[in-house]
């Protein structure tokens, strides 16, 4: 009896993946994801909107970056990193690598790291990424998501550290803080796996949308739909053309803010109280087919012992 409903709903939950997660990246199933990637596409990638719910905005912005591999780390500008390599090595220390725009592990020397200029990232992005490298608490990992460096001045001069922002007002109460370093933005440039776009990726294409206040606001921020909730993914990204020595990508980031409508409403109770239903169904059988091996198990040591004592 449990065949026909469960076919039912793995008909459905795949008819839903195919819906929103659109093209499939087979990088995924050769290589695996990251234990930490949460994330996958919330949103149909046909235009469509996410079944059930409503959108009350849509943004979305295209970006130029260049993508290197960690292998590049000792080549010289413009093929690769080497004037940051010791800053990139410290900053990717500090936590677990968090993957490709798809969540992608490429490991070792293989793995992808993304390099923009600092004038072309997103004024939200650049103030949040500003916020989190002036928070001293070491249990503060997102500090690590992304490396500021500046641009070397001089031929042959390394970058070996991040480049902290002069914080905008002293402490209450407490000394004025140590005059930091005066860089220019067009001086520096930002360092992080792309998958690092996904804490934040709503701040990426708020600013100049008509739900730019809205798309601010992190906490409303989901993986996946849920009523009054914000959807953003990397919609779209091109490959770097390593085999003539070029490292330009450019990537397209969409976001959403969604409510759930009532008809998605109505259809996401009924789906829900079918999966309790289910489980209650399975658990029913799993305590029967318990019961029926106790009672075999008894039967047959009772049938046993007469038998030892005939």
């Known amino acids: 009896m449990r065949t026909?409903?469960?076919?039912?709903?793995?008909?459905?939950?795949?008819?839903?993946?195919?819906?929103?997660?659109?093209?499939?990246?087979?990088?995924?199933?050769?290589?695996?994801?990251?234990?930490?990637?949460?994330?996958?596409?919330?949103?149909?990638?046909?235009?469509?909107?996410?079944?059930?719910?409503?959108?009350?905005?849509?943004?979305?912005?295209?970006?130029?970056?260049?993508?290197?591999?960690?292998?590049?780390?000792?080549?010289?500008?413009?093929?690769?990193?080497?004037?940051?390599?010791?800053?990139?090595?410290?900053?990717?220390?500090?936590?677990?690598?968090v993957g490709t725009f798809d969540g992608v592990d490429h490991k070792g020397q293989d793995r992808e790291i993304v390099m923009m200029e600092w004038t072309e990232v997103p004024a939200p992005v650049r103030h949040w990424i500003e916020e989190q490298q002036l928070d001293e608490s070491e249990a503060n990992e997102n500090k690590w998501l992304y490396g500021v460096f500046k641009k070397p001045t001089t031929e042959g001069e390394r970058i070996y550290q991040t480049f902290k922002p002069q914080p905008t007002a002293a402490p209450e109460g407490g000394a004025e803080p140590e005059k930091a370093e005066v860089v220019a933005d067009k001086d520096k440039i930002v360092v992080f796996p792309a998958g690092a776009i996904y804490e934040i990726a709503p701040l990426w294409v708020a600013k100049g949308s008509k739900c730019e206040r809205e798309l601010h606001n992190l906490t409303k921020y989901r993986p996946q739909a849920i009523d009054h909730s914000i959807l953003a993914w990397v919609t779209d990204h091109t490959k770097p053309k390593r085999e003539l020595g070029k490292r330009d990508i450019t990537f397209k980031v969409e976001a959403m803010a969604v409510t759930e409508t009532d008809e998605g409403r109505r259809s996401r109770l009924m789906w829900e109280k079918l999966h309790r239903s289910i489980k209650r169904n399975d658990r029913r059988i799993q305590k029967e087919e318990r019961l029926k091996a106790k009672k075999e198990l008894e039967q047959g040591v009772t049938e046993e012992r007469v038998k030892d004592e005939l």
């Open 4 to 97: 026909p409903t469960l076919s039912l709903l793995s008909a459905s939950l795949i008819f839903h993946a195919r819906n929103t997660l659109g093209a499939i990246n087979w990088d995924v199933y050769e290589y695996g994801v990251v234990e930490s990637f949460k994330w996958s596409r919330p949103f149909p990638d046909d235009g469509t909107d996410p079944g059930g719910f409503h959108v009350n905005c849509r943004a979305e912005g295209t970006f130029h970056a260049k993508m290197y591999k960690l292998s590049d780390l000792l080549e010289e500008p413009p093929s690769g990193l080497h004037p940051w390599q010791e800053g990139i090595d410290h900053v990717l220390r500090q936590r677990h690598y």
